[in-house]
C-alpha cells in the first residue's frame, strides 16, 4: 500500500522524469536550428542526446531538484552519480567522444570544481585538481566506488574526460519549462488560440517521448520536429480546423456504453447494423460531436458554417432517402427495408461532403454529423424512421 510518506518520497523523482522529458523538447526547440541534421533521443545514450548519422554528439544528465536545494558542491552525490554513469558507458578516456553535459536546477558552489565547468568560467586544469581532491575523502562512502573509478583512470584520461564534461547548472526548474517552450514557439504562435496550439504540441510531444521511452521509436530529429509544430500551426489557418480529440484518446468500449441508447444507435438497431461498425459509429457521433463543441467555444468555427455543412448533409441523404424509397416501394417487408437502410448508411459513411473539402479532412466528422442528425431525427435509414423515432420519443 502507498502511504503519504512514501508518496511524498516518490514525487521528486516522478517529476525528476517529467523534467527530464521536458527538457528535451526545450533543447530541440531551441538548438535545433543550429543543428539541422540531428536528433534527439530518451534514455538512450543517456538521460537525453543528441546524435547525428546514429552517432552521439552530446549526452545529458538531468537532475531536478525542490526549490530548498540549490547548491552543488564537488562532494554532491549528484555529481558521482553523473561521473559514474560517464565512467560506466561514455568511454572517459576518449578526447573524441561525445560532449557531457550535467543540466542542474542547483547552483554550482564558487570556488568549486564544478563551477570552473561552466562555460563561461571555464578552468579545466583547476576542475581536474578539485575533483582529484573530492575523490579522495574518505569519508564519504555513498559515492565511494565512483570516487575509486575516477581515480582509477589516472591523470592523462582524467584530463581527456574533464575535457568533455560541461555543467550547465542553475538551470529552470520543471515549472519554468513550459513558459521557456512558449517563448521558443513564439514564432508560431496562433493569434487568439495560443492555449490550444501549445496543448496540442505538447500531446505531439508526449507521444513522442512516450514512443521513445518504450522502445518504439528511436530518436526525434530536427526535421520533423520543426515540421510538427509548424503543421499544428497550420491547422489554425482560416483553411483548415484543428483536430482536438483524437482517435487514440477515447476509449471505443467506454463510450459504446454510454450512447448504447441514444435514438442514432436505435436508428442503425432498425436496420440491423453491423456490431463492429455501429461502435465505428458511436466513436465517429463522440468525435464529432465533442469536435463541435470546442471548435464553437474556440470560435473556430461559427454556428452559420455548421448550419450550412448540416444543411449540404441533409440535402443528400433526402436524394439517397427518395431513391431507396423508390427502389424497394410501398409493399417492401421488413428485411428489404433493413438490408436497403444498411446499405444507405454504408454508402452515406462513404460521402465527406463539401464543408470537409474546404476546412476539414477528417472523415469521421462528417460520418459523425450524420449520426448526429439522426439522433436529433432530421435524418434516418429505415425507410419508416420517422414513424419508429416518433414512438422512440413517446416511450422516453
Not at 568549486?112 to 583547476?126: C, N, P, V
Not at 513522442?208 to 509544430?229: E, N, P
Request: proline share 4%.
Amino acid at each position: 500500500m502507498l502511504t503519504s510518506k512514501t508518496a511524498h518520497s516518490a514525487a521528486p523523482s516522478a517529476l525528476g522524469y517529467q523534467h527530464q522529458t521536458w527538457w528535451a523538447l526545450l533543447e530541440l526547440l531551441r538548438l535545433g536550428d543550429t543543428r539541422p541534421d540531428a536528433a534527439i533521443s530518451l534514455e538512450l545514450f543517456d538521460d537525453v542526446a543528441w546524435e547525428e548519422g546514429g552517432n552521439a554528439t552530446q549526452l545529458l544528465q538531468i537532475k531536478h531538484h525542490l526549490k530548498g536545494q540549490r547548491t552543488l558542491t564537488d562532494a554532491s552525490a549528484d555529481l558521482w552519480s553523473t561521473l559514474k554513469v560517464w565512467m560506466d558507458t561514455a568511454a572517459p578516456a576518449d578526447p573524441d567522444g561525445p560532449q557531457l553535459i550535467l543540466v542542474t536546477t542547483q547552483t554550482a558552489a564558487e570556488g568549486s570544481a564544478l563551477a570552473a565547468l561552466r562555460s563561461d568560467t571555464r578552468d579545466e586544469d583547476f576542475a581536474l585538481s578539485g575533483l582529484v581532491m573530492a575523490a579522495l575523502d574518505l569519508e564519504s562512502t555513498r559515492t565511494r566506488q565512483a570516487r575509486r573509478e575516477f581515480l582509477a583512470l589516472g591523470p592523462a584520461d582524467q584530463q581527456a574526460f574533464i575535457s568533455r564534461i560541461h555543467v550547465l547548472d542553475g538551470s529552470p526548474r520543471i515549472d519554468d519549462v513550459p513558459k521557456l517552450v512558449r517563448s521558443e514557439l513564439h514564432w508560431a504562435l496562433p493569434r487568439g488560440h495560443e492555449d490550444d496550439y501549445l496543448a496540442m504540441v505538447w500531446r505531439w510531444w508526449d507521444e513522442q517521448a512516450l514512443a521513445m521511452l518504450q522502445g518504439g521509436q528511436r530518436s526525434v530529429d530536427v526535421a520533423a520536429a520543426h515540421a510538427a509544430v509548424a503543421g499544428i500551426r497550420d491547422g489554425f489557418t482560416r483553411a483548415m480546423l484543428p483536430t482536438s480529440v483524437e482517435l487514440d484518446d477515447v476509449d471505443s468500449h467506454a463510450v459504446a456504453e454510454a450512447y448504447a441508447g441514444y435514438p442514432f444507435v436505435e436508428q442503425m438497431h432498425w436496420i440491423a447494423y453491423p456490431p463492429r461498425n455501429l461502435r465505428s459509429a458511436i466513436v465517429d457521433y463522440y468525435r464529432a460531436h465533442t469536435q463541435i463543441v470546442h471548435w464553437l467555444d474556440h470560435a473556430h468555427l461559427s454556428r452559420h458554417e455548421l448550419v450550412r455543412f448540416q444543411r449540404e448533409l441533409l440535402d443528400a441523404w433526402a436524394c439517397e432517402f427518395e431513391w431507396m424509397e423508390q427502389e424497394i416501394g410501398p409493399e417492401a417487408d421488413e428485411a428489404t427495408k433493413q438490408q436497403a437502410g444498411a446499405q444507405l448508411l454504408r454508402q452515406l459513411m462513404g460521402k465527406p461532403g463539401a464543408f470537409l473539402s474546404r476546412r476539414y479532412h477528417d472523415a469521421y466528422f462528417g460520418r459523425g454529423q450524420h449520426h448526429i442528425l439522426a439522433d436529433e431525427g432530421r435524418m434516418g435509414w429505415h425507410a419508416d424512421f420517422q414513424e419508429k423515432y416518433n414512438q422512440l420519443l413517446a416511450q422516453s
